[in-house]
């Protein structure tokens, strides 16, 4: 099992920057797909990035394609979404998700919330235009 906390979160203006951090417990971090999602008011959960488990692979929305960048350092047991600018309907509760289950790098997976099985408790990004 592996838990995860995210941090990180807050307020921010339209074109700021933010960076979000997830830190995992657990000694097999590196054997993880791990993803961001994020959950704004009213509106489904939605995928934003995700990293293989090496960090040699990384995906995006294309919202956030350009923008948004996801890292991992497996020794530190750390993945991390650097933001840069941020937009309006960039505001949501950002979550971090990791997986163990196999070829999550088909976009049909890594996109789907239902393949992850551990979650954090979430942080908000709220971005004031």
């Known amino acids: 099992q592996v838990q995860l906390a995210e941090s990180g979160g807050g307020l921010a203006q339209a074109g700021d920057s933010l960076r979000l951090s997830c830190a995992a417990s657990g000694r097999t971090f590196s054997t993880y797909f791990m993803g961001w999602f994020r959950q704004a008011p009213g509106k489904d959960r939605e995928f934003v990035a995700a990293?293989?488990?090496?960090?040699?692979?990384?995906y995006y929305t294309d919202s956030t394609k350009g923008r948004f960048t996801i890292s991992r350092d497996n020794a530190k047991n750390t993945v991390t979404l650097q933001m840069s600018n941020l937009k309006p309907e960039d505001t949501a509760v950002y979550y971090c998700?990791?997986?163990?289950?196999?070829?999550?790098?088909?976009?049909?997976?890594?996109?789907?919330?239902?393949?992850?099985?551990?979650w954090g408790q979430g942080t908000l990004v709220t971005v004031s235009s």
């Open positions: 990293i293989s488990g090496s960090g040699g692979a990384t």
């Open positions: 998700a990791a997986s163990s289950r196999p070829n999550m790098s088909i976009s049909t997976r890594y996109g789907n919330g239902y393949r992850y099985d551990y």
